[in-house]
C-alpha cells in the first residue's frame, strides 16, 4: 500500500516551519507553497503556519473551496480561544501550540495520512472530511429597474423558509437601501455599525448588527441608507464582511447596486453565483453585452457562474426566450412573471411576499421564486 507522504506547508514563519521539519521531515515529504498555489495541486494534508499579516480563516476557507477533502492542521505559537472556536466551525480540529505539542504532530499526521489511505482505497469520503464555507449568491444587473431588490430578497427569504440553512442577506445599496422596505424591518442598525470591528470581524458581530426578518428568521445587513456613510465603506471592508459571513452562514444573498466600482467588482469576485436580473427587451440586452464586455476588461472570469433570471415575464414582452438565445449565452434558471398590481399591494401593507412555509395563496411572483429555490434544493 502506497501511503499519503506529501504534506503541503502554507505560511512564512521559518521557526515554527524549522520545528515542523525536524518532526516530520524523516518519514514525509515536505512540499512549502503559496496560497494561490492551492489550485494547482490535489493536496490532501495541508499544515497551516501562523503569519503575522493573514488570516488563518480566510486562507482555510479559501482551501477547502479548492480541495473539499483536504485535511487541515493549524499551528502557532500562541494559544488562541476564538479562533480555536471558529476553526473548529470550518472543521479544522487540530490546533496545535509549538513547543508544548510538538509531539502530538507526528502522531496526528500519522493517523490522519493511514485515514486518508483508507477512504482513497474505497474510493469514498468520510464524513468528517466534508467541510467547506458559505456560498454566495448576488445579485446584479447594468440596468436600474430591473427588479434585482425585490427578487433577491424574495429569494433569500425563501431559501430560509424552504430550508434548514442559516442565511444572511447583505444590501450593498449603500446610498439608498431598498430591502427594508420589501422585507418590512425597521432599524436603526446598519452595515456601517461593523466598521469599528472590521478587523476581528467574527460572528457575535455580525449578529449583533443583523436585524432578523419576522416570518422567516431570515438575517439581514441592512444598508445605511446614507451617502457620507457609504463612502466610509471600501473593498476591504466588503471582502472582510463577506469573508466572515462565509464561515458562519450557509448562503449568503448579496443585492449589488447597478454600477461598478471596487466594492462591487470585490462582491462579484467572491461569489459562487451572479444572478443578472433582466426582462425580455432589446435595451436590457443591448446593457447586458456593455456589462459582459467591463467584466472582461476587468478580468472578472465568469466560468459558469452567471446565470439569468428574467424579470416581467409575460405574453406582451416584446422579445421572448428563443430571441435572446440569438445574442446571450448565459443560462436562465428562473423567470418572474409580470405581476405589478399584486407586488404592491404588499409593498404598500408593509408586508413581505412570503409569511409561512406552506402559504395557499401566494402571489405569482413569490410562487415562481418558490419554484426556482425548491430546484436548487433538491
Same mark, same amino acid.
Do not use: C
Given at each position: 500500500?502506497?501511503?499519503?507522504?506529501?504534506?503541503?506547508?502554507?505560511?512564512?514563519?521559518?521557526?515554527?516551519?524549522?520545528?515542523?521539519?525536524?518532526?516530520?521531515?524523516?518519514?514525509?515529504?515536505?512540499?512549502?507553497?503559496?496560497?494561490?498555489?492551492?489550485?494547482?495541486?490535489?493536496?490532501?494534508?495541508?499544515?497551516?503556519?501562523?503569519?503575522?499579516?493573514?488570516?488563518?480563516?480566510?486562507?482555510?476557507?479559501?482551501?477547502?473551496?479548492?480541495?473539499?477533502?483536504?485535511? %487541515?492542521?493549524?499551528? @502557532?505559537?500562541?494559544?488562541?480561544? /476564538? +479562533? *480555536?472556536?471558529?476553526? #473548529?466551525? =470550518?472543521?479544522?480540529?487540530?490546533?496545535?501550540?509549538?513547543?508544548?505539542?510538538?509531539?502530538?504532530?507526528?502522531?496526528?499526521?500519522?493517523?490522519?495520512?493511514?485515514?486518508?489511505?483508507?477512504?482513497?482505497?474505497?474510493?469514498?469520503?468520510?464524513?468528517?472530511?466534508?467541510?467547506?464555507?458559505?456560498?454566495?449568491?448576488?445579485?446584479?444587473?447594468?440596468?436600474?429597474?430591473?427588479?434585482?431588490?425585490?427578487?433577491?430578497?424574495?429569494?433569500?427569504?425563501?431559501?430560509?423558509?424552504?430550508?434548514?440553512?442559516?442565511?444572511?442577506?447583505?444590501?450593498?445599496?449603500?446610498?439608498?437601501?431598498?430591502?427594508?422596505?420589501? %422585507?418590512?424591518?425597521? @432599524?436603526?442598525?446598519?452595515?456601517? /455599525? +461593523? *466598521?469599528?470591528?472590521? #478587523?476581528? =470581524?467574527?460572528?457575535?458581530?455580525?449578529?449583533?448588527?443583523?436585524?432578523?426578518?419576522?416570518?422567516?428568521?431570515?438575517?439581514?445587513?441592512?444598508?445605511?441608507?446614507?451617502?457620507?456613510?457609504?463612502?466610509?465603506?471600501?473593498?476591504?471592508?466588503?471582502?472582510?464582511?463577506?469573508?466572515?459571513?462565509?464561515?458562519?452562514?450557509?448562503?449568503?444573498?448579496?443585492?449589488?447596486?447597478?454600477?461598478?466600482?471596487?466594492?462591487?467588482?470585490?462582491?462579484?469576485?467572491?461569489?459562487?453565483?451572479?444572478?443578472?436580473?433582466?426582462?425580455?427587451?432589446?435595451?436590457?440586452?443591448?446593457?447586458?453585452?456593455?456589462?459582459?464586455? %467591463?467584466?472582461?476588461?476587468?478580468?472578472?472570469?465568469?466560468?459558469?457562474?452567471?446565470?439569468?433570471?428574467?424579470?416581467?415575464?409575460?405574453?406582451?414582452?416584446?422579445?421572448?426566450?428563443?430571441?435572446?438565445?440569438?445574442?446571450?449565452?448565459?443560462?436562465?434558471?428562473?423567470?418572474?412573471?409580470?405581476?405589478?398590481?399584486?407586488?404592491?399591494?404588499?409593498?404598500?401593507?408593509?408586508?413581505?411576499?412570503?409569511?409561512?412555509?406552506?402559504?395557499?395563496?401566494?402571489?405569482?411572483?413569490?410562487?415562481?421564486?418558490?419554484?426556482?429555490?425548491?430546484?436548487?434544493?433538491?
Amino acid at each position: 500500500m502506497k501511503k499519503v507522504q506529501e504534506l503541503f506547508v502554507i505560511g512564512n514563519n521559518e521557526e515554527l516551519y524549522s520545528s515542523v521539519q525536524q518532526q516530520l521531515d524523516q518519514h514525509y515529504q515536505l512540499q512549502r507553497i503559496q496560497p494561490e498555489d492551492v489550485k494547482k495541486y490535489v493536496v490532501k494534508i495541508v499544515l497551516i503556519l501562523k503569519t503575522e499579516n493573514e488570516s488563518v480563516l480566510d486562507l482555510a476557507q479559501y482551501i477547502l473551496a479548492e480541495n473539499p477533502n483536504a485535511y %487541515l492542521v493549524y499551528i @502557532s505559537d500562541v494559544q488562541n480561544f /476564538d +479562533l *480555536l472556536r471558529d476553526l #473548529n466551525r =470550518l472543521g479544522i480540529m487540530d490546533y496545535l501550540v509549538f513547543p508544548d505539542e510538538e509531539w502530538i504532530l507526528s502522531e496526528r499526521i500519522k493517523e490522519v495520512t493511514e485515514t486518508k489511505l483508507v477512504q482513497d482505497e474505497g474510493h469514498g469520503t468520510a464524513e468528517g472530511f466534508k467541510r467547506g464555507g458559505g456560498k454566495v449568491f448576488t445579485f446584479y444587473s447594468g440596468k436600474g429597474g430591473s427588479g434585482k431588490s425585490l427578487i433577491s430578497t424574495a429569494f433569500a427569504q425563501t431559501l430560509k423558509l424552504e430550508s434548514t440553512a442559516k442565511v444572511l442577506y447583505i444590501d450593498l445599496n449603500l446610498q439608498y437601501g431598498g430591502s427594508e422596505t420589501f %422585507l418590512a424591518l425597521d @432599524s436603526n442598525r446598519s452595515i456601517i /455599525d +461593523l *466598521l469599528p470591528v472590521i #478587523n476581528e =470581524l467574527s460572528e457575535h458581530h455580525i449578529r449583533n448588527i443583523a436585524e432578523k426578518e419576522e416570518y422567516s428568521g431570515l438575517e439581514v445587513l441592512v444598508s445605511p441608507r446614507d451617502t457620507e456613510m457609504a463612502e466610509r465603506i471600501d473593498d476591504d471592508f466588503i471582502l472582510r464582511m463577506i469573508r466572515a459571513s462565509k464561515r458562519t452562514y450557509d448562503f449568503i444573498v448579496v443585492d449589488l447596486p447597478s454600477w461598478m466600482d471596487e466594492r462591487v467588482f470585490t462582491a462579484l469576485e467572491e461569489s459562487e453565483r451572479i444572478y443578472y436580473t433582466m426582462s425580455y427587451d432589446t435595451i436590457a440586452i443591448r446593457v447586458l453585452k456593455n456589462v459582459e464586455n %467591463l467584466f472582461k476588461q476587468l478580468g472578472l472570469v465568469l466560468d459558469e457562474r452567471m446565470e439569468l433570471v428574467i424579470n416581467f415575464s409575460g405574453k406582451e414582452n416584446e422579445l421572448n426566450q428563443k430571441d435572446l438565445e440569438r445574442f446571450v449565452t448565459y443560462p436562465t434558471v428562473a423567470k418572474v412573471r409580470r405581476d405589478l398590481k399584486g407586488v404592491q399591494s404588499f409593498l404598500n401593507q408593509g408586508q413581505p411576499l412570503r409569511k409561512e412555509l406552506k402559504e395557499k395563496k401566494l402571489p405569482p411572483v413569490a410562487k415562481d421564486i418558490q419554484k426556482w429555490v425548491r430546484s436548487m434544493l433538491k
